[in-house]
């Protein structure tokens, strides 16, 4: 194995094991129905960012000077950090758990190519093209056989597709941003602790107004400090291992098996059993992450990737 598949390899190691300890997320959340779903986002993504830029300060102070030459990327991808909690768990509020996540999840490298492309002017391969399809048909069949089993009607599901649209686009867009940072010889741990720790900021008002129930009973507060801790923190520095390593649209593709957790977790601790259709979509998304992290052969039409600092 050369050491450019390796390091390949590496990134799509850690972009998966971020993918599932985000999947656990749905399943923490209804330990604490007390509170709210802006309330969990604002404590998960803001608490969670500045745990990020808390380990990063040597780094960030170190390169304090290059973030500043890069100061509209890095307020880009704050500002996204702050939207896409809110927006995600608006979506799940409005259109329903399943729905929200798939739109959200589901749109976001698509997004997250569109990015590229306009951006950076890269090309995707067909194979890209054949495996992102594969895992986007696999999430719809996953939303239909869940929905399927769930007779609650959602509150709005046109307002809830619509911010799992924002969701997916401010996920790919942070993640464009900050290997954008990466990509200006800003190592990993600076460019994520920066951005996610303005984004984390951002929220902390946000979380002040609407996270009282926190402080309601052990319970709610133990819920969390996990998503802030593991899910978030934890998830997000395996995340920027990764990216430092591979693209983001291939990136957010990996992480098309978050709702694939999920919904395992869901049967196994809830209870909810996955009909025979939703097996369907998650062999389908399976094969997608197969098809889309293979490395690619030497030769290729797309351009290299420029390099970048891992640490």
């Known amino acids: 194995m050369t050491p450019s598949s390796k390091d390949h390899l590496l990134g799509v190691a850690g972009v998966l094991v971020a993918a599932v300890l985000w999947g656990t997320t749905g399943v923490s ?35 304090a000077a290059a973030l500043r030459q890069q100061w509209p990327w890095l307020l880009v991808g704050a500002l996204a950090v702050a939207i896409y909690p809110l927006a995600f768990y608006g979506s799940m509020r409005m259109a329903g758990v399943t729905v929200g996540t798939v739109v959200s999840i589901g749109s976001a490298p698509l997004l997250s190519a569109v990015i590229e492309m306009v951006m950076d002017d890269l090309r995707v391969t067909a194979r890209w093209v054949f495996g992102a399809a594969l895992g986007l048909v696999g999430m719809a069949l996953l939303c239909i056989a869940e929905s399927g089993g769930h007779g609650s009607a959602a509150p709005s599901i046109p307002i809830g597709v619509a911010l799992g649209l924002l969701a997916g686009l401010t996920y790919a867009l942070f993640s464009w941003a900050a ?28 979380l002040l107004t609407t996270g009282a129930p926190f402080l309601a009973s052990w319970n709610n507060a133990g819920v969390g400090i996990y998503m802030a801790v593991v899910p978030m923190f934890l998830g997000y520095v395996c995340f920027g291992y990764g990216l430092a390593r591979i693209q983001a649209s291939m990136a957010t593709t990996i992480t098309l098996v978050e709702p694939v957790v999920a919904a395992a977790l869901a049967a196994v601790v809830v209870g909810e059993r996955l009909p025979e259709l939703g097996w369907v979509g998650v062999a389908l998304i399976f094969a997608c ?5 293979l490395p690619a052969r030497t030769g290729g039409r797309t351009r290299p990737l420029p390099p970048t600092q891992a640490v």
């Open 29 to 63: 959340a209804t330990f604490a129905p007390e509170v709210g779903a802006v309330a969990i986002g604002a404590a998960a993504m803001g608490v969670g960012g500045l745990l990020q830029a808390a380990i990063a300060t040597r780094a960030i102070a170190r390169h």
């Open 179 to 206: 290997r954008r940072l990466m990509q200006r010889r800003i190592p990993s741990r600076a460019a994520m602790g920066a951005t996610f720790g303005l984004g984390g900021l951002t929220l902390m008002p946000v």
């Open 289 to 293: 992450l197969v098809c889309i992290t």
